[in-house]
């Protein structure tokens, strides 16, 4: 069976202190792996699409990676506002425009 | 670009009512999709369509649920009757999927309540 998981569910770092978010997934074949953030009371909001083992994709403080069995979310000298609920989600062979969607890491930037 | 646009944006409905559900999404995108977010199973799919055409409806929980796209530019998702366990955020997004790279865009949700 298709799964996508995400850890740690929850973490809390203080401003400056860079770490990695993780999403492994276990497919039968990957067509893209997105990652979304996503802020209290608002829909998700799309950050990166990636699609093949190695790609980078970077944006601001956050580089997002991928290997053939997990993707990384690095996030670099994180301040508040990037505070949220990270997100991945996979397109998987044979399953049209389906996006299958981890449970997310919840992260929290403190002063 | 206004965005995915859904309404109502809160819905307190009672047990047995029908609740309806609305979604507009980008225009020139051809891809739309439904989804439920609980604490307890996350984000999940209910149904999507391309070109307007219902393609995957397995996530739908029952035939109390049903969806529509008469047109490009709406969709519903109705729930008919409700029930508590229905409680959640409902999302709509959508893509224009010839688009590899591009990524699905998401209302803001309907946050649904039923008592």
């Known amino acids: 069976e298709d799964q996508v998981t995400q850890s740690p569910e929850a973490l809390r770092l203080q401003e400056g202190e860079s770490s990695s978010l993780n999403c492994s997934y276990t497919v039968s074949g990957l067509r893209g792996l997105f990652w979304y953030r996503q802020d209290p009371g608002k829909g998700p909001e799309f950050l990166f699409t990636?699609?093949?083992a190695g790609e980078e994709k970077e944006k601001e403080r956050l580089k997002a990676t991928l290997t053939k069995k997990e993707s990384f979310l690095h996030i670099t000298a994180p301040k508040p506002e990037d505070s949220a609920t990270y997100l991945c989600a996979v397109l998987i062979t044979g399953g049209g425009n389906k996006l299958t969607f981890g449970t997310g890491t919840q992260l929290k930037v403190e002063l | 670009d206004a965005g995915v646009i859904q309404s109502p944006r809160h819905e307190v409905t009672e047990m047995g009512q029908e609740v309806t559900l609305r979604c507009k999404p980008i225009?020139?995108?051809?891809?739309l999709f439904w989804y439920r977010q609980t604490m307890m199973r996350g984000l999940e799919l209910l149904i999507y369509f391309n070109n307007n055409v219902p393609i995957d409806d397995s996530g739908m929980p029952e035939d109390r649920f049903s969806a529509k796209m008469p047109n490009a530019s709406f969709s519903t998702l109705k729930i008919q009757p409700s029930e508590p366990r229905d409680s959640a955020v409902y999302f709509c997004a959508s893509r224009f999927n010839r688009d590899r790279g591009a990524g699905y865009t998401f209302g803001s949700g309907t946050r649904l309540t039923v008592v």
């Open positions: 990636l699609y093949s």
């Open positions: 225009s020139g995108h051809n891809s």
